[in-house]
């Protein structure tokens, strides 16, 4: 089933925070990454992925510079800075506790009242 | 890559060219240039790389309008406060020279009723000092 893109949107940010972390990517590559690690479940549009580069990069989270790739032809690459990172970790956390939350409120593994 | 910017200059057709968008135009063009040129490097013929990216690139993105859209509230209020200061610039003038007009009157004609000039003066100073209170009131609200 994919994945609406209004359900997702608010954990793209750490998404993307993540990719980078691992590895200064550039745009295409994030969307390369994030297709096929969701297994085709989910894919960035490039005007999202736009909007969400763009805001990482205005709150400082991430900086980009013009790299070039294997074979020559120059990319926009994304790295992470230190506040990013800390960002990230904090990110992370909050996601982590959401999943636990929802887990508990919609599954049935308490005995009902 | 000229069938991307093309396409790119026809999204942002509707919106104000602020240093901002301008920015923006040359970034996305770069980033699906980018893609494109991946595509060819995959082995996609080069019309359908690039069709291939337009059809992909989806809507201006919801959150992306809202920035569009926050500039051109900006671009607006600008303009009202340079109306109003045009405005206010034209009253003040006019009031100098009707003042300036009773003035001559009550010295020339009427002069049997003392400094009567400073009365219709007064009233007519509300006119530019309205359009002053306006003018402050639309720079402090945000």
């Keep these: 089933m994919a994945i609406s893109s209004d359900l997702i949107r608010g954990h793209l940010e750490v998404v993307i925070l993540k990719m980078i972390s691992e ?3 550039y745009a295409y ?6 297709t096929k690690r969701s297994q085709a479940q989910f894919t960035i549009k490039e005007a999202t992925l736009y909007a969400m580069v763009q805001r990482l990069e205005k709150k400082g989270l991430i900086e980009s510079y ?8 120059k ?26 939350v929802m887990t508990s409120l919609l599954e049935d593994t308490h005995e009902r009242d | 890559m000229k069938e991307i910017k093309q396409f790119v200059d026809k999204l942002f057709k509707p919106y104000q060219k602020t240093p901002e968008t301008l920015d923006t135009i040359e970034k996305l063009n770069e980033m699906l240039t980018e893609k494109v040129e991946d595509l060819i490097e995959q082995g ?3 019309s359908e790389a690039i069709h291939k990216t337009i059809v992909e690139f989806g809507e201006l993105d919801e959150i992306y309008k809202d920035v569009l859209k926050q500039e051109k509230r900006r671009y607006k209020r600008q303009k009202t406060i340079q109306h109003y200061r045009n405005d206010l610039l034209f009253s003040s003038l006019s009031t100098l020279f009707i003042i300036g007009l009773f003035l001559f009157i009550n010295l020339q004609y009427i002069t049997n009723y003392g400094l009567w000039f400073i009365i219709p003066s007064i009233g007519i ?3 530019p000092l309205s359009l002053l209170y306006k003018l402050l009131n639309k720079k402090t609200e945000k």
């Design chain 1, 23 to 25: 590895k200064d990517r």
């Design chain 1, 29 to 34: 590559d994030l969307s390369n990454q994030i």
């Design chain 1, 66 to 73: 013009i790299g070039t790739k294997s074979k020559g032809s």
């Design chain 1, 75 to 100: 990319r926009r690459y994304y790295t992470i800075t230190t506040l990013g990172k800390a960002y990230y970790q904090e990110r992370l956390k909050e996601w982590q506790e959401l999943k636990s």
């Design chain 2, 44 to 46: 996609i013929e080069k």
């Design chain 2, 125 to 127: 100073l509300f006119w």
